[in-house]
């Protein structure tokens, strides 16, 4: 049945079924219908449900009406996620849904609506003594428990205890016909202490983009917080050490957390820090070490000097190791030093890993350039043994394409991680001239965004970005690298082998028979 075949009216039923002041309509919905990098097509409305019973009304309407679902959570990806691809659809804002539903300490799972930030959920279980394995992708000050699980996010925790999916106990997912499906042990009625009962139905909804429903509530593993932490960085001349040190400190499991970046790049976020309060930054760093001494102590060895080693070295690694106590935490910096000297590395200030547990999440700044530019990145992930020859193919494609980036006014840094023992992390961040958008409107602070130096739109630049990204997949696909982030910017049903399509796509038509769940996604 084609979505323009049935009614006529779902804006109307759903204000009356919701109440109208849980749907936005008109210029407003531009904001939410932008993501980091353009907007497609325009929803008829954005819907705001408070409760899950709000959620599967909605859900319903726009199933009895034939109009397209799509799910924003916190609208920090930047796939085309979220962005209606068909005319007549609505976009369900999903940050109303932010309860903490139940905080089991006796069975180790907290259970939330799927709306709730990870900052959110952090902050209500520290005090508690407690944490998730996996915390939260950076961009977890907006960012939402359903909107990572959705699409694989990593970062916070990820060292030791994987990606978003690995974290994840139970779903309760709102299914196109507005019912609502319980996983694991859940779904025979029982608390959801359990993924594993069965077939790991919960999987299948874990990187998802939403295609197969609505994430409503997820329960996730609890684990005592360790307060004991050291931090190591490393300086490497070239990737390929880089790579070898990530490769071989995953192999030994020794950090919490740890990421890695190129010398353009780590320019960028000291640039940007500067403009964000130093004062803020350096009195949180104080605040929460164990004792303000500490903190001072940490304070005065990460200072300046950390900085300028940063900004000069042409790859840095940042770890987080945690231990029972501080000689363990101890033990793994000293074990985690001896293997990346051994690599090529040489050890400068840990200034940014002890900065980033001192300041978790923070306002999604890095959503523009230092100086006001516009901002995307684009990820891969593919085996520690390919990544020489990827980066040599990635050289290759940004030194023929670099009079023109030049020309434009376009710059680009990457990101490195190590996931797991067996995959390779490779992203790169493009910066350029561009207008400030609707989402970065709505997302950033406004005094921040006031004190950026204007940028303006300009026609010939955007398309020459809309060409480079297209391109840089392309090589990202012929490496046949894989992606976390979906959304309707990589490809998947076009390159899974047809066996995998057709399993998917069974699931698919069970779940949501017309279509109607995120319509354009993962190319099902
Ligand atoms: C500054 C910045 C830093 C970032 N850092 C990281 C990082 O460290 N690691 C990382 O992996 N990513 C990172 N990202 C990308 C992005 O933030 C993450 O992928 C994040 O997890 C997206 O969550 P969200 O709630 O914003 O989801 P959205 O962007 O709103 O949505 C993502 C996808 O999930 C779907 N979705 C959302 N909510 C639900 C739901 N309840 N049920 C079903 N489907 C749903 C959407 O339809 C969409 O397909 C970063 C982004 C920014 C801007």
């Known amino acids: 049945m084609s979505l323009h075949a049935i009614d006529h009216s779902p804006v109307q039923r759903l204000s009356q079924a919701l109440g109208e002041d849980k749907v936005v309509v008109g ?6 219908a932008t993501d980091v990098y353009h907007s497609r097509e325009m929803p008829l409305a954005v819907v705001r449900p408070a409760c899950v019973e709000d959620l599967q009304a909605a859900v319903r309407i726009a199933g009895e009406t034939g109009t397209a679902v799509y799910t924003r959570g916190g609208g920090a990806s930047y796939t085309d996620a979220y962005l209606p691809a068909v005319q007549r659809s609505i976009l369900i ?41 996996f915390f939260g992708p950076f961009s977890g000050f907006a960012a939402t428990v359903g909107g990572s699980i959705s699409q694989h996010s990593v970062s916070r925790g990820s060292g030791a205890y994987g990606i978003s999916a690995e974290s994840v106990v139970s779903l309760d997912i709102v299914t196109a016909n507005g ?79 740890h990421f890695a970046m190129d010398a353009a790049m780590t320019r960028g976020q000291i640039k940007r820090q500067s403009r964000i309060s130093k004062f803020a930054t350096a009195k949180a760093l104080v605040n929460s070490s164990r004792s303000p001494w500490a903190g001072l102590k940490q304070l005065v060895r990460s200072g300046l000097g950390g900085v300028r080693a940063l900004g000069v070295a042409p ?114 961040a493009f910066y350029w001239p561009g207008a400030h958008s609707p989402y970065h409107r ?47 910017l990589y490809p998947f049903g076009s390159v899974i082998s047809g066996e995998s399509l057709e399993l998917l796509r069974a699931v698919k038509r069970a779940v949501d028979p017309r279509g109607l769940m995120n319509p354009g996604a993962l190319e099902l």
Request: charged content about 20%; hydrophobic content about 45%; proline content about 5%.
């Open 315 to 428: 790859y840095s690694a940042h770890f987080t190791l945690e231990g029972i106590d501080a000689r363990e935490a101890k033990g793994r910096a000293r074990r985690l030093t001896r293997l990346m000297i051994a690599a090529g590395g040489t050890v400068i200030p840990n200034t940014v890993p002890a900065m980033l547990r001192a300041v978790p999440f923070s306002p999604l700044f890095n959503t523009l350039g230092p100086d006001g530019e516009r901002w995307v990145p684009l990820h891969g992930y593919i085996a520690h043994s390919q990544v020489q020859a990827f980066d040599a193919a990635v050289r290759e494609f940004l030194k023929e394409r670099e009079p023109d980036m030049q020309r434009f006014g376009i710059w680009c840094g990457g990101m490195f991680m190590a996931m797991g023992t067996s995959a390779f992390l490779y992203e790169l």
């Open 93 to 133: 804002d999903m940050t109303g849904l932010n309860k903490i539903v139940a905080i089991n300490e006796r069975d180790g799972y907290v259970t939330v609506e799927a709306g709730i930030t990870w900052a959110a959920l952090k902050q209500t279980l520290d005090p508690t003594g407690l944490r998730t394995p």
């Open 179 to 257: 019912a609502l499906l319980s996983t694991g042990s859940a779904s025979r009625g029982a608390p959801p202490f359990s993924r594993w009962y069965g077939p790991d139905v919960a999987g299948l909804f874990c990187g998802d983009c939403g295609v197969f429903g609505i994430k409503a509530r997820a329960t996730l593993r609890l684990r005592r917080r360790r307060h004991n932490a050291d931090f190591c960085s490393f300086a490497f001349a070239d990737l390929s050490m880089l790579a070898e040190g990530l490769r071989v400190a995953a192999l030994e499991g020794l950090d919490d957390e």
């Open 27 to 32: 210029a407003a919905v531009a904001g939410y």
């Open 442 to 488: 709505l997302t950033l602070p406004r005094g921040y965004l006031d004190a950026l130096p204007r940028q303006s739109h300009d026609a010939a630049t955007s398309a020459y970005m809309d060409a480079l990204r297209r391109d840089l997949v392309a090589l990202y696909d012929a490496h046949r690298a894989i992606h976390f982030q979906l959304g309707k």
